[in-house]
C-alpha cells in the first residue's frame, strides 16, 4: 500500500501540474485542441516542459547539492518558500511566454495564473502550516480544467472524472504516508481548486 502510494505521489509532483494542465487544454480540450495549430502547440509544449518540469527540477537539485534543503521531496515545511519561490520564477516566465501570442484565449491565462496565485498563497502559508502542496498542485489542475470547460461551454465528463479521482487518490496517498493530516490535504485541495476556478470563471489576467 505504501509503495503505491509513494508511487502516486511522485507521479502526480505538484511541480509538474502546470505542464499537465497545459498538455490537458492544448491536447485534449475539444475546442482549444482544435483552434491551435498542432506545431505551434508541441513548441509550446516543449518550452513548457522546460520551464516548468526541467529547470525547476534542476534547481531544486542545485539547492539539494548547495545543502540550502534536507530533501529533494521537501519535506520539511521551512525548506519549501525558497524552492517554491524559484519555480514560480519559471512559471511565470512561462506565462510571459504565452501571453505574447496574439489569439491565446484569456481563459486559458486566467487558469495558468490563477495556478500560479495559489502556489504563491501556499507559499505563504506553508512556513507556518504544512498545507500540502501535492493536493494544492493537482487540485489546481482541475479548478483550471474544469473552469475551463464551463466558459466554454464544452462538456469533457471522462476527462474531469479522471482528474477528480486523481485528486482523491493523491490525497489519500498522502495521507497513507502520513505526509500531512486530513486537514492539510483538505485546505491544499479546496485552495488549490477554487482560485484558479475563479480565475478562470471572472477572466482575471495580468
Avoid at 107 to 136: D, E, N
Wanted: contains cysteine.
Amino acid at each position: 500500500m505504501k509503495q503505491t502510494a509513494k508511487v502516486i505521489s511522485l507521479v502526480l509532483n505538484p511541480f509538474i501540474m502546470p505542464f499537465f494542465g497545459v498538455l490537458l487544454v492544448f491536447k485534449f480540450h475539444d475546442y482549444f485542441s482544435i483552434v491551435y495549430h498542432q506545431d505551434f502547440v508541441n513548441t509550446l509544449l516543449i518550452v513548457g516542459a522546460l520551464l516548468t518540469i526541467v529547470f525547476p527540477l534542476i534547481s531544486i537539485f542545485v539547492l539539494y547539492k548547495s545543502k540550502m534543503i534536507s530533501d529533494l521531496y521537501l519535506s520539511k515545511k521551512e525548506e519549501r518558500i525558497i524552492p517554491i519561490i524559484v519555480t514560480l520564477s519559471y512559471y511565470f516566465a512561462f506565462y510571459y511566454i504565452i501571453r505574447k501570442p496574439d489569439g491565446i484565449s484569456e481563459t486559458i491565462l486566467a487558469g495558468y495564473l490563477g495556478g500560479c496565485v495559489a502556489l504563491i498563497i501556499s507559499a505563504f502559508i506553508t512556513p507556518r502550516w504544512k498545507i500540502s502542496l501535492h493536493a494544492q498542485g493537482i487540485s489546481s489542475l482541475a479548478g483550471m480544467f474544469i473552469g475551463i470547460t464551463q466558459a466554454t461551454f464544452v462538456n469533457q465528463p471522462e476527462e474531469i472524472i479522471s482528474i477528480i479521482i486523481c485528486v482523491g487518490f493523491l490525497g489519500t496517498s498522502r495521507l497513507i504516508l502520513h505526509k500531512h493530516t486530513t486537514a492539510q490535504v483538505l485546505a491544499g485541495t479546496v485552495l488549490g481548486f477554487t482560485v484558479p476556478y475563479l480565475f478562470v470563471l471572472n477572466g482575471w489576467t495580468i
